[in-house]
DNA sequence: GGCTGGCACTCGGGCGGACAGAGTGCCAGG
DNA sequence: CCTGGCACTCTGTCCGCCCGAGTGCCAGCC
């Protein structure tokens, strides 16, 4: 086990370290934090957590630079998450206010988070699934060719043209509406695959088939995969990496532009609580230089999607986590209300 | 005026320097393309090209690079627009197919650009304000709630949020829905103030406040700025750009992020035809280093929106140029079947 | 008049050596 | 267990050097 001491130094080269970016010798250490020992003594405490593979040097004779494993132990045991400015927390709410409709939310969203913490923003549109229903509308466009539209608790909206077997008059259409929304609102997503089972039953054999394409429709709307969007912005924050950027950068770039990746990578953090992901912790190999940090959040006490920054391993942890975790906060109160 | 042998070498110059992304030398230049001439005397013509600003040397005894100017000229006059072999035609008509709806059929569009010109691909959203009306919805989601939701012939779906002033009884809504949409369906969005102007005249006048909170609600929707929409991507193509990284690439990761930036590069392309802005033509100077290819498309004859790429000033113009073209084109009949 | 070969000149990039600085590991002593 | 001292190592940088590529100019040739 580490000495109380040893965790100090540790916590004072990531401290450090994420400050100048460069590595940190034993007498940088004791010249900026007063540690009450001398250099060797730090050297010696360097060269343990060096063994324990906290901590490496870049070359011989260089400072050291804390490895993934250091920056693991620097989150779970010696930094808290740094809370939020008051005058911060009425800017954030402030400019939330001020989003019109679901789309402004998550692009503000993304905006404030990529500001704030001057990485990268990923921001989860609410999942369908995880929400409930608010409406269920159809429209008639011609004849035989109706639009579906959803509509859930969070203001999240979603269409699709269906092209109907047979013409389908405005009596059925109001009927189906109306049977469907009275079986679905209210309800979760995840639930309207078995209220809706046995709707086409209650029709004529006419409209039945039309029913059923509707209502299947509907259903591949719901399949999990196709239903996550997700917003990203300040990718011009990856520009301050490193000064090796080609290398470092572009991986970044690809990860960032597969929404597949991005959404199992957010998928992949717990559901409720921050999860913090750091260096070759992440599967996707394009980003075992970068840190994820991410939370929930939701209208009510659950989740409803996910949010967070991606950036550098060498970043501030207790700010990046402070600021993720008010502007997840944030936005769960703004869709709450609306 | 210059020579066609001098023109020859400008358009010798670009090329290889386009594909080799380094100064080239008059005797290289001999070796690779059979001008017919010696290295001399191909000296004395770029000295020619270069006292009229078209080719410059990054040093003295280096070769020539092509300016601003240079490449215009290449643009105007020298090369044609690359067109697609079948078998790519192929391939963007069957990837743009199997879209779903307006959302994804702008993000497979954008994806496409950015793979086959390996730049950043932008495209813009079916503008409102030059669509026409599909359908104009109303709901009614509490008593005093309404959302408005407006379809475009394109496909493109927008949703505001009312909070009605009074209740609004179900059979005010019919009434000012049928009414709405028998006045601006199949209309043009940008004749819409124009069409509702005495709407709320017709009714009663405990439902006049709301329909007029309905309406300017409306109004909103279509004011330009708002209503404008994109999205890009490729952005992991910007590593290509040059070796020498930072000083490049932030500020146009920058630019991309301010979608009014873009917004105002798209807008200030001419409406028909393919638009090229080479390095400082470009208002915006963060993008001083960069060429703006685009072109309007459209369902009809008429543009809706636009869509192009960014890229370094060292592109390849023709082939870039070719395959923006036929992307817009196939964007144009998919939106007109949907 | 325009093209060509020849020639002297310039400049950037690469290579190698020297040097200073930062940092380490180890050891003996308090 | 901490400390000061010491020898060692490695990096980054600066300098001088040379080579090669490319140029501009000029005299001669067609």
Redesign the interface.
């Known amino acids: 086990m580490l000495s109380e001491r040893r965790l100090q130094v540790l916590r004072a080269i990531v401290q450090d370290y994420v400050g100048t970016e460069e590595p940190v010798g034993s007498k940088a250490l004791t010249e900026r934090h007063n540690l009450g020992v001398s250099p060797a003594t730090v050297r010696n405490d360097m060269a343990a957590l060096e063994d324990e593979g906290f901590i490496a040097q870049p070359h011989t004779s260089a400072g050291r630079i804390p490895t993934d494993k250091g920056y693991r132990l620097f989150v779970d045991k010696l930094a808290g998450v740094k809370p939020m400015s008051a005058p911060e927390r009425r800017a954030i709410q402030n400019f939330l206010d001020g989003a019109?409709?679901l789309d402004d939310v998550v692009a503000r969203t993304v905006r404030l988070l990529a500001q704030l913490t001057r990485q990268v923003a990923v921001v989860q549109y609410p999942s369908l699934t995880r929400s409930t229903v608010?409406?269920v509308?159809l429209?008639s466009?011609a004849p035989a060719r109706v639009?579906l539209?959803l509509?859930t608790d969070t203001?999240r909206?979603e269409?699709?043209?269906v092209d109907c077997p047979a013409p389908f008059g405005e009596a059925s259409l109001a009927d189906l509406r109306a049977r469907l929304n009275s079986r679905v609102a209210g309800r979760r997503f995840s639930d309207v695959p078995r209220l809706v089972e046995d709707l086409p039953e209650g029709f004529d054999a006419e409209d039945r088939g039309t029913v059923s394409t509707v209502l299947s429709t509907l259903l591949e709307t719901l399949v999990e995969e196709n239903e996550e969007?997700l917003m990203i912005?300040?990718?011009?924050n990856?520009?301050r990496f490193g000064h090796d950027?080609?290398l470092t950068?572009?991986p970044v770039?690809?990860a960032?532009?597969e929404q597949v990746v991005l959404l199992k990578l957010l998928g992949e953090a717990g559901d409720s609580g921050m999860t913090v992901r750091i260096g070759h912790e992440n599967a996707y190999e394009g980003l075992n230089s970068t840190s994820v940090v991410s939370v929930g959040y939701g209208s009510g006490g659950e989740a409803v999607a996910k949010l967070g920054v991606v950036g550098p391993t060498r970043m501030d942890y207790p700010g990046t986590m402070g600021a993720v975790r008010a502007v997840a906060r944030y936005v769960g109160q703004i869709l709450a209300e609306?």
Chains 1, 2 share one sequence.
């Open positions: 019109v409709d608010r409406h509308e429209l466009l639009m539209v509509i203001g909206v269409q699709r043209m969007r912005g300040g990718t011009a990856l520009t950027f080609p950068i572009r770039l690809e960032l532009e609306s």
